[in-house]
């Protein structure tokens, strides 16, 4: 079976202003880096260039009103309602070309579940791709477009189960506001709790509602957590709630800036427990829809997604470049020779308290999950 990857030279060269975190660029690296540990260009491997979304596919989830503000203030153009839909803040500026960056990331993960759906792939990586916090009326969070939810309605009216496990730092607030109320998605959320961290929400009572009720599951942890509390509480939850639901295809939000040295978020992970979880969705998943989200610290990030990358297709990297490029393009941390970290925990009272907290979250959540 091939794994393809959505990958546009375009989209990487888009900028939202020079000092914005987000940095398209991301996945021009990743290529880059996936060519030098000989992650790419096997036989079983596909990579496709997206196409814009059509118009018509953003109703599945937007309201036309947005959309329209959107395209004016990609334009140029400036009013109070646009700024009133979240556009034009220091999170979600004016750009050039915004609508049809967003149009075209959002492209690539609708286009990556119709890969899925023709059968000929079992997992697509669309590394921007991911907005989680757009909501259908405004933006916020750097998501204009919520690609997510628009993906996931086009297969839920097309009859298919859907689940997305979402492990972003950041609660992926507008996908749970987008299926609170439904049990035809079930939608899973690990990250840093709201009391440290934007968007503020995301707790573990917050449990979905009517029909939605138990479909709808978060499992916020401590900033400072590390690794091994990070891995327990995953997979505490995660793969008894999958192997209950049986969904025909994961939508997996791998944002990685968990790691220690992402600039904006809390968390304490490194390389290794991520590809811990990420191996652990590889298994529990029949087919996987792999979204980018967020990641701050550009050479972990790509590091990370290629770790994901890798552990997706079944390869193990090889440095083909070791001792002749060094850090030079990936920066000093990224060494050569190796895309791992080095083990880390926290120290022994963070970790204590990360804990407890992980074990107050895991045990209120299997109780009224009946795990
Ligand atoms: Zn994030």
């Not at 991301?26 to 496709?48: G, T």
């Not at 947005?66 to 220091?90: H, N, V």
């Not at 707790?203 to 138990?214: D, N, P, S, V």
């Not at 060494?335 to 204590?352: M, N, Q, R, V, W």
Request: charge should be negative; include cysteine; hydrophobic fraction near 35%.
């Amino acid at each position: 079976m091939i794994n393809t990857i959505i990958y546009s030279y375009e989209l990487s060269n888009m900028e939202f202003k020079p000092n914005h975190p987000f940095k398209p660029i991301r996945s021009k690296i990743l290529m880059e880096l996936l060519n030098r540990y000989d992650l790419l260009n096997h036989k079983n491997q596909m990579v496709v260039e997206p196409l814009p979304l059509k118009e018509e596919l953003l109703y599945l989830f937007h309201e036309r009103k947005y959309i329209e503000l959107l395209r004016r203030a990609s334009k140029g153009e400036f009013s109070i309602d646009i700024f009133y839909a979240g556009i034009g803040t220091e999170d979600n500026p004016i750009f050039e070309s915004m609508y049809e960056f967003s149009i075209l990331a959002a492209g690539g993960t609708f286009q990556g579940a119709e890969i899925l759906l023709s059968g000929t792939s079992r997992v697509v990586f669309n590394p921007i791709g991911g907005f989680h916090h757009a909501g259908k009326g405004h933006a916020e969070g750097f998501c204009y477009i919520n690609d997510i939810a628009i993906t996931i309605t086009d297969l839920i009216q097309k009859g298919h189960r859907v689940a997305c496990i979402d492990i972003d730092a950041h609660h992926g607030n507008g996908v749970q506001d987008a299926f609170y109320d439904t049990d035809k998605v079930l939608t899973i959320s690990l990250h840093e709790s709201g009391e440290t961290l934007y968007p503020g929400g995301g707790f573990e009572t917050e449990l979905g509602k009517g029909k939605g009720e138990g479909y709808n599951v978060n499992i916020p942890l401590l900033n400072d957590t590390d690794d091994d509390v990070y891995v327990y509480a995953f997979d505490s939850i995660v793969p008894p709630l999958i192997e209950r639901y049986k969904p025909d295809f994961v939508v997996a939000v791998i944002g990685s800036d968990t790691h220690k040295d992402d600039p904006l978020t809390h968390m304490k992970l490194t390389t290794n427990g991520y590809k811990k979880v990420i191996a652990t969705i590889n298994d529990i998943s029949p087919k996987i829809l792999a979204l980018g989200a967020g990641g701050y610290n550009i050479y972990k990030t790509t590091a990370m997604w290629a770790l994901a990358w890798a552990t997706f297709c079944g390869l193990t990297p090889t440095d083909l470049f070791a001792g002749v490029i060094g850090g030079f393009m990936y920066g000093p941390e990224a060494g050569a020779g190796t895309l791992d970290d080095p083990p880390f925990s926290s120290p022994p009272e963070e970790k204590k308290r990360c804990l407890d907290h992980a074990n107050r979250v895991v045990s209120f959540l299997k109780e009224r999950l009946s795990l």
